[in-house]
C-alpha cells in the first residue's frame, strides 16, 4: 500500500490566489512527521512545513499552512497569494516511528501558477 | 546557504564507467546520510541509508555492488555507481540528518543540490 498518496499530478492557479494541494498518508504508527517540500526545475530539495503527529495546531510558515485531519489521515498544503515562483513540484513526504528517520516521499503534484 | 554539498552536480560518461558523488554536511556532524534516486518527473526513492562508521542499510531492490556507499566521517558520504550503465541514468539526490537541531521527527534534513548523471 502506498504510504503516501497524492493525487493530483498537475495543478493550475491563478497568480495572487490560494491553492490547495492535497496529500494522505498511511501509518499505523501513532507517532510520526509530515512533511512538505518544494522542487523547482533546477532539482534541490526545499523545505517548507513540518507537522508533528501530537502537534494540535496545524502549522504555518508564512504563506504556507498545512491543514491537518488526522483522523483522515490527510495533511494538505495550502498556498496562499500564490506567486509565479511558486511554480514547481511539490512532495508530501512522512517519516514514521517505527522507520528509524528514513522520510518516504508521495508522487508529488506539480503546480503551475498563471499570471 | 547550503548545509550540504553535494558533487559533482552533472557527470556525462561512457558505459562501464565508475562515477563517484560526494555529499558533505558543511557545518554540522551528520551520522546518517540518504541517498535517493529520482527518475525525470517521478518522486524520490530512498536507495539507502549511510551510517557513519558501519555498513550502510540499503532499501529492498537496490544493487548493493552497484551502489557502493561509503561514510567514512561524520561530514562525508559517497555513492559510488560501479560500472555504470544507460539504465543507471538518474538524478541522484544526498541528504543529512542535523541530530544538533530540532527534535525527533522535527529534525532538519537538508538536502544536496542533487547530481544528474548520464551514462552514454
Known amino acids: 500500500a502506498q504510504k503516501i498518496t497524492q493525487t493530483q499530478p498537475g495543478m493550475f492557479v491563478q497568480e495572487k490566489e490560494a491553492v490547495t494541494l492535497d496529500c494522505t498518508y498511511d501509518t499505523s504508527d501513532q507517532s510520526y512527521g509530515l512533511f512538505w517540500y518544494k522542487q523547482p526545475s533546477s532539482g534541490e530539495m526545499i523545505f517548507l512545513i513540518y507537522q508533528g503527529s501530537y502537534d494540535e495546531q496545524n502549522a504555518t510558515e508564512g504563506r504556507y499552512s498545512l491543514n491537518f485531519q488526522k483522523a483522515r489521515k490527510s495533511a494538505n498544503l495550502v498556498i496562499s497569494a500564490s506567486q509565479l515562483g511558486d511554480s514547481a513540484m511539490y512532495f508530501c513526504a512522512m517519516r514514521e516511528d517505527t522507520g528509524g528517520f528514513k522520510t518516504i516521499f508521495g508522487a508529488g503534484t506539480r503546480l503551475f501558477v498563471k499570471a | 546557504g547550503a548545509v550540504v554539498s553535494q558533487h559533482p552536480s552533472r557527470v556525462i560518461c561512457k558505459s562501464g564507467t565508475s562515477v563517484k558523488i560526494e555529499c558533505r554536511s558543511l557545518?554540522?556532524?551528520?551520522?546518517?546520510m540518504f541517498w535517493y534516486r529520482q527518475f525525470p518527473k517521478q518522486s524520490l526513492m530512498l536507495m539507502a541509508t549511510?551510517?557513519?562508521?558501519?555498513?550502510?542499510?540499503?532499501e529492498q531492490g537496490v544493487e548493493k555492488d552497484k551502489f557502493l556507499i561509503n561514510h567514512a566521517s561524520l561530514t562525508l558520504s559517497t555513492l559510488t555507481v560501479t560500472s555504470a550503465h544507460p539504465e543507471d541514468s538518474s538524478f541522484y539526490i544526498c541528504?543529512?540528518?542535523?541530530?544538533?537541531?530540532?527534535?525527533?521527527?522535527?529534525?532538519?534534513?537538508?538536502f544536496g543540490d542533487g547530481t544528474r548523471l548520464s551514462i552514454l
Open positions: 549511510s551510517n557513519e562508521g558501519s555498513k550502510a542499510t540499503y
Open positions: 541528504s543529512a540528518r542535523d541530530p544538533g537541531r530540532g527534535r525527533g521527527f522535527s529534525q532538519p534534513q537538508h
Open positions: 557545518d554540522f556532524q551528520a551520522t546518517t
